[in-house]
């Protein structure tokens, strides 16, 4: 395998390995796929101001989030059916988050149990709830995260119906082979109701979220709640009035709402409003480590990515994934460095040239 030198060469890499609809199914977006292009070009038109002749011969890359310290600002966003991409699916994407210590996010539709993800994972694990209409399953998720150490739950709101992604539409994509594991019950406290869909349509989403299922889950759990998929400082501040712990500025990547703006775009307002309630983190685009700086710059705590480690998942499984972060920490010290930043706090809106406007 030739070797990348950025996280841009691990893609035809992944490529090779996977079926060609799954493969859509990863890189695609919704209808026109104008947001996806947009989060990517927001980082581009965002230029920096260098500071010289400060001393940057000792930088510290390292923050918090929630309160746990991690090695840079980069977490793995929730992804689901990993197992188009690895037969290990989600089990081998912790293990490459836990060679670097970056904190992961295991979706709802994983291919593999929460409960075994924990097992091979020693890096920070949350854990990305779709609500289900029955509030049962969602208490039992909630209940089975919280018992297998997971630290966080990762509320998604913007995918209570799927984007039109007329590429999978036109694949009449369907994961026949894959079974959504969290979902299939197989112990005594589990609800009634079983559930073993192959597919994100048949599941039995609840359409009708608002503020209250918020609330109703703050209620249920210990953990810290963080509300992804917001992009107003309207909904921003609903979510630090509703107790939220955190928010991430997510379009989905692309994959929901086509039209909706970069999240790098939306992040400046989303950070006046509520950058001192509540932590913010962003995904959607992240591809260079002068992006998690332009990001943290703007008032993410730190980012996420998404396509990147699934492309270092399906060219080299955990290698891959270990290889796509610290190509990112690699460019993202070398950025902090050229712009004279020896640490996150001096990350402020001043090494900015440009808003991504
Ligand atoms: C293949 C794939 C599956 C995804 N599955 C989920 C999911 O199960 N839950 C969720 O909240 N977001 C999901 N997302 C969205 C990501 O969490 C994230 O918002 C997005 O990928 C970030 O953009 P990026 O891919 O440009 O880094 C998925 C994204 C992709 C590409």
Redesign the pocket.
């Known amino acids: 395998m030739p070797v990348p030198v950025n996280i841009f060469e691990f893609e035809p890499l992944a490529r090779v390995n996977v079926e060609a609809t799954a493969w859509d ?4 977006g919704a209808e026109d796929e104008i947001t ?1 292009r947009e ?2 070009a927001a980082f581009e038109r965002t230029f920096l101001r260098p500071r010289y002749l400060v001393d940057i011969s000792e930088r510290d890359l390292s923050t918090t989030v929630l309160g746990t310290k991690i090695p840079f600002p980069l977490m793995l ?6 197992k ?1 991409a690895h037969p290990e699916g989600e089990c081998e994407t912790a293990r490459g988050a836990s060679a670097v210590g970056i904190p992961m ?1 295991l ?4 291919t593999r149990t929460l409960e075994d993800v924990a097992r091979v994972a020693t890096c920070p694990l949350w854990y ?1 709830l ?1 609500m289900m209409n029955d509030k049962g399953i969602n208490e039992w998720l909630v209940r089975r995260a919280e018992r297998s150490g997971y630290r966080a739950i ?1 509320f ?1 709101v ?2 209570m119906v799927t984007g039109n992604r007329e590429r999978d539409k036109r694949n009449e994509l369907s994961f026949a082979a894959l079974h959504v594991e969290n979902l299939i019950t197989r112990t005594d406290d589990a609800p009634d109701k079983i559930i073993s869909a192959t597919h ?1 349509h048949e599941l039995p989403w609840q359409e009708n979220l608002s503020w209250r299922d918020v609330e109703w889950l703050r209620q249920r759990t210990s953990l810290p709640v963080v509300v ?2 917001l992009l107003t400082a309207e909904d921003a501040l609903l979510a630090a009035e509703h107790g939220a712990a955190g928010i ?1 500025v ?6 929901q709402l086509d039209g909706a703006p970069a ?1 790098l775009d939306v992040l400046p307002e989303i950070a006046d409003a509520v950058g001192s309630k509540m932590e913010i983190y962003l ?5 260079r480590g002068a992006d998690i700086l332009k990001a943290v710059a703007l008032g993410a705590r730190a980012v ?5 480690y ?1 492309w270092g998942l399906a060219a080299d499984g955990a290698r891959g994934v270990q290889r796509v972060i610290e190509i990112l920490r690699a460019e993202f010290d070398m950025a902090m460095a050229l712009t004279g930043r020896r640490n996150v706090a001096e990350l402020d809106r001043s090494v900015i040239w440009k808003p991504g406007k």
């Open positions: 199914y990863i890189s695609g996806l989060n990517r966003c929730p992804a689901g059916y990993q188009l996010h979706s709802t539709v994983a990305q779709y990762v998604t913007d995918a994100y992804k998929g991430v997510s379009n989905h990547g692309g994959r999240t995904d959607g685009g992240v591809r996420c990515i998404g396509r990147p699934l």
